[in-house]
């Protein structure tokens, strides 16, 4: 019983932060898209980058400033895909923890709803 007071309390003072939450949380999502997209864009042109100097190197004689510049050029590009990727990865794990809390939001709204019924009372 103490413990339903006490979380009962907890949610009334919540509520009202929620709604500021849950707008936060959507212009975040807009800016998360953006940063996907630009993800995205990084990760193909930079592979594009890495296959263009790794033929380039290959086709220019060892021990030439050109075909080293080509092989820095080459590892950059890896490094830049493989970041863009990770990116990409770290916005789909963060999009499935906002549909968690979107869950949980649908399962607490009810009972924040119950409350303030009561606060009312």
């Known amino acids: 019983m103490i413990l339903g007071s006490m979380f009962s309390l907890l949610l009334a003072f919540w509520a009202p932060k929620w709604t500021t939450l849950l707008k936060i ?3 975040a ?3 998360m898209k953006e940063v996907e997209q630009a993800a995205e864009v990084v990760e193909k042109v930079a592979t594009v980058v890495e296959k263009v100097s790794e033929e380039m190197a290959n086709k220019l004689p060892d021990d ?3 075909k080293e510049a080509a092989l820095v050029i080459e590892h950059i590009s890896q490094e830049a895909a493989k970041d863009a990727h990770i990116a990409e990865q770290i916005i789909h794990k963060v999009e499935k923890i906002k549909q968690d809390l979107e869950d949980v939001e649908e399962t607490i709204e009810p009972i924040i709803e119950e409350i303030e019924r009561h ?3």
């Open 29 to 31: 999502e807009v800016v």
């Open 64 to 66: 030439n400033k050109i």
């Open 119 to 121: 606060k009312k009372v």
């Open 25 to 27: 949380g959507g212009e």
